[in-house]
């Protein structure tokens, strides 16, 4: 029960409180499969049915628009599976096509819209909602969900190898507004995650490739041999072989289950987020590319970057901010872009401003990751802009020979 605090007396002033505490506990499940809506695999009814397998549970389906173009017959498959095991499951309304991609975090219309349908559809609080899509999609439809009754369960169907592997796997849901990337947003855990490979094979390059910078970012800030395997497998990697991408989105997403439930901040109350390495720059690069640059893309060049601070500052050997960098150009990145070198009106590298915007995100005090050695990352507080300056030239130009 709550504690009552002793009163206490200050300038004849009385005052006493009621200290109250308690905790959540949360329990969710990420599956890989493949073939999730065949009616033959069990995946998503046991998702769902988990807890109470003897009642028909309702659902509705939200869909990528990039992922109902690429697999057309998505929607008749949900109302299909549904049909074969109506038993448990009931599809309440038609599934839901919605644009994929950053933009749709952009229109609080198209946020507003989707409340509105739940709230047509009478989807409750004993309901859920099917978000199949990269991570820009479940981000918005999650926050949708979210804020619909105080929160109505998720089953997320992440179908890029970002999502897979690190946003779909979270505990976050937002949307950008007034020109700030994720400003509105809350921590909701999934009820499930299911990861279907299928989705992956079919791909563009570009996109598959994008996804792979989170798996570079969990290795080199937690797991030394993962990111060795990365290195030895990333021609593999870069074209798309089935049996390596697997692996790579199994482990990273474990990496990234791991921090979540081990660091003790799974809500981020404080103001470390080791998991956001090399974002800062990232999020910048992005709202100035107007996402032109994937947030996996950015992301590559928002490590290499700080790889290059930490590397000219003495924190990290030059030989290990070349072997980053390096596996990062052999899985297909680029890590150039010439916004690293825009200006403000007043002069100022543009993509610096992102450090007191990342700061102002944490809400207290600048936090930053870098990489002290290759597998272990350590919270800095203070960054250099001159250094940083220096560290863009040195993206600019190429690594020293001595580095490379």
Request: contains cysteine.
């Amino acid at each position: 029960m709550p504690a009552l605090d002793d009163g206490s007396k200050t300038n004849g002033i009385s005052h006493d409180s009621i200290r109250q505490r308690f905790s959540v506990s949360y329990e969710y499940q990420v599956w890989f499969t493949r073939k999730l809506l065949q009616p033959d695999n069990p995946t998503l009814r046991d998702a769902i049915c988990r807890e109470a397998s003897h009642i028909r549970h309702r659902f509705v389906v939200v869909i990528d628009q990039g992922v109902a173009q690429h697999h057309p017959s998505l929607a008749q498959d949900f109302q299909r599976y549904a049909d074969h095991h109506r038993d448990c499951l009931q599809l309440a309304a038609a599934p839901r096509v919605l644009p994929g991609g950053e933009a749709v975090k952009n229109h609080p219309v198209m946020l507003e819209a989707l409340q509105q349908w739940l709230h047509d559809e009478h989807i409750d609080r004993h309901s859920y909602v099917v978000i199949v899509g990269g991570g820009a999609l479940l981000d918005m439809a999650g926050f949708a969900a979210a804020t619909a009754h105080r929160g109505i369960r998720t089953i997320r169907v992440p179908t890029t190898v970002l999502s897979q592997n690190d946003s779909g796997v979270g505990v976050k849901t937002a949307v950008n507004a007034f020109g700030s990337k994720n400003f509105l947003g809350c921590f909701a855990p999934p009820y499930a995650v299911i990861n279907d490979y299928d989705f992956i094979a079919t791909l563009p390059m570009r996109a598959r490739i994008s996804g792979m910078a989170e798996a570079v970012k969990v290795a080199a800030i937690r797991d030394i041999a993962f990111f060795n395997w990365l290195g030895e497998h990333a021609d593999a990697l870069r074209r798309g072989d089935d049996d390596a991408c697997q692996w790579m989105i199994r482990r990273c997403a474990e990496l990234h289950l791991q921090h979540i439930a081990g660091a003790g901040d799974p809500f981020e109350f404080g103001n470390a987020r080791p998991l956001d390495f090399g974002h800062w720059a990232a999020h910048k690069l992005e709202a100035m590319s107007h996402y032109q640059l994937s947030h996996g893309e950015a992301v590559a060049i928002g490590m290499a970057l700080d790889t290059c601070y930490a590397a000219q500052s003495g924190l990290l050997p030059q030989q290990a901010a070349a072997q980053l960098c390096l596996l990062l150009e052999k899985l297909g990145f680029t890590l150039w872009t010439p916004l690293l070198e825009q200006r403000d009106g007043q002069g100022q590298l543009q993509v610096l401003a992102g450090l007191d915007e990342f700061r102002e995100h944490l809400g207290g005090e600048l936090t930053v990751t870098l990489l002290q050695r290759l597998g272990h990352g350590i919270e800095v507080h203070q960054m250099d802009k001159s250094l940083l300056a220096s560290s863009i030239s040195w993206l600019r130009h190429g690594m020293p020979e001595a580095c490379a």
